[in-house]
């Protein structure tokens, strides 16, 4: 099993952008499904956003929508999520995940087999 590696976490003022990165060439250089997925204190894990690496194609949590990407970095060989317009709300423990190789990529965590340590992400009002 490759590990899944984060970064990119940390504190930031509402407004405010971060970009996370997943170090995961073993997954994106071989046409896994992959995605972002926060949970926050006393919450359940949720997602939000899947990127099929296999055809490109993306889903977006509504409450994310417009304001993230979820990027496959072939420089650098990670999954990124550019996140900008940050609200208090979206503070909570990002992790990235690995799925099965497919093209049409299912968006429940439950799905997700392969998981990253995770990064903190604190947006202040």
């Known amino acids: 099993q490759v590990q899944l590696v984060e970064s990119g976490g940390g504190s930031v003022q509402a407004g405010g952008s971060l970009r996370l990165s997943c170090a995961a060439s073993?997954?994106?250089?071989?046409?896994?499904?992959m995605g972002w997925f926060r949970q926050a204190p006393g919450k359940e894990r949720e997602t939000v956003a899947i990127?099929?690496?296999?055809?490109?194609?993306?889903y977006y949590a509504d409450s994310v929508k417009g304001r993230f990407a979820i990027l496959q970095n072939n420089a650098q060989n990670t999954l990124d999520l550019q996140m900008n317009g940050l609200k208090p709300e979206d503070t909570a423990m990002y992790y990235c995940?690995?799925?099965?190789?497919?093209?049409?990529?299912?968006?429940?965590?439950?799905?997700?087999?392969?998981w990253g340590q995770g990064t903190q992400v604190t947006v202040s009002s």
């Open positions: 995940a690995a799925g099965a190789r497919r093209s049409s990529c299912p968006i429940t965590k439950n799905e997700y087999n392969y």
């Open positions: 073993a997954y994106t250089s071989n046409g896994y499904c």
């Open positions: 990127l099929s690496t296999r055809a490109g194609g993306t």
